[in-house]
T-cell receptor, first 109, second 114 residues
Framework: DAKTTQPNSMESNEEEPVHLPCNHS???????IHWYRQLPSQGPEYVIH???SNVNNRMASLAIAEDRKSSTLILHRATLRDAAVYYC??????????FGTGTRLQVFP | DTEVTQTPKHLVMGMTNKKSLKCEQH?????MYWYKQKAKKPPELMFV???????INESVPSRFSPECPNSSLLNLHLHALQPEDSALYLC?????????????FGPGTRLTVL
């Protein structure tokens, strides 16, 4: 399983963009990069996933480095509801998601 | 409906009790999961069921016994637990555990072992 490194915590103001980095230098060629987040007192929820090229959905964008050793989750306009722990999870099969320590995002009004 | 429900929300049990946690989904998913999450730590995978068969057991002690009676239900039977087993137990489901599958998580059962 690929090891990940994420900042322990980050802060943002409301309505500002947030870039959450993740290093996964041991990722294998077939591993997708999945991002989940866990809001306070809730189970984790899926955010986005990608393999090689950048991905967008209604929640966020995922920018993947050309060498795939790092990726960045982008929240274009942070809201208070985005305060959560964000987990970057490389993996080849989603039946075995290995959660790292994640990044705790605080959003200030 | 993308909801995974878990009951009970909270459970307090003694070390000699037997109790069960229940998880249900009606999304037609064929993969279901149990995770354990200690306070301020990430979720840790315990068990995976694929098409109602146990496919992954992450070396979980036998005092935790999973059961998948049908494709919509997942139980976790608890017996002779220790205080260190106190945690949030999360259930999740996904289409079939494939490469780009999405796991949907329930809100969890907060277990306290006295």
């Amino acid at each position: 399983d690929a090891k990940t490194t994420q900042p322990n915590s980050m802060e943002s103001n409301e309505e500002e963009p947030v870039h959450l980095p993740c290093n996964h230098s041991t990722i294998s060629g077939t591993d997708y990069i999945h991002w989940y987040r866990q809001l306070p007192s809730q189970g984790p929820e899926y955010v986005i996933h990608g393999l090689t090229s950048n991905v967008n959905n209604r929640m966020a964008s995922l920018a993947i480095a050309e060498d795939r050793k790092s990726s960045t989750l982008i929240l274009h306009r942070a809201t208070l509801r985005d305060a959560a722990v964000y987990y970057c999870i490389p993996g080849s099969n989603t039946d075995k998601l290995i959660f790292g320590t994640g990044t705790r995002l605080q959003v200030f009004p | 409906d993308t909801e995974v429900t878990q009951t009970p929300k909270h459970l307090v049990m003694g070390m000699t009790n037997k109790k069960s946690l229940k998880c249900e989904q009606h999304m037609g998913h064929r993969a279901m999961y149990w995770y354990k999450q200690k306070a301020k730590k990430p979720p840790e995978l315990m068990f995976v069921y694929s098409y109602e068969k146990l496919s992954i057991n992450e070396s979980v002690p036998s005092r935790f016994s999973p059961e998948c009676p049908n494709s919509s239900l997942l139980n976790l039977h608890l017996h002779a637990l220790q205080p260190e087993d106190s945690a949030l137990y999360l259930c999740a489901s996904s289409q079939d555990g494939g490469r780009t599958d999405t796991q949907y998580f329930g809100p969890g059962t907060r277990l306290t072992v006295l």
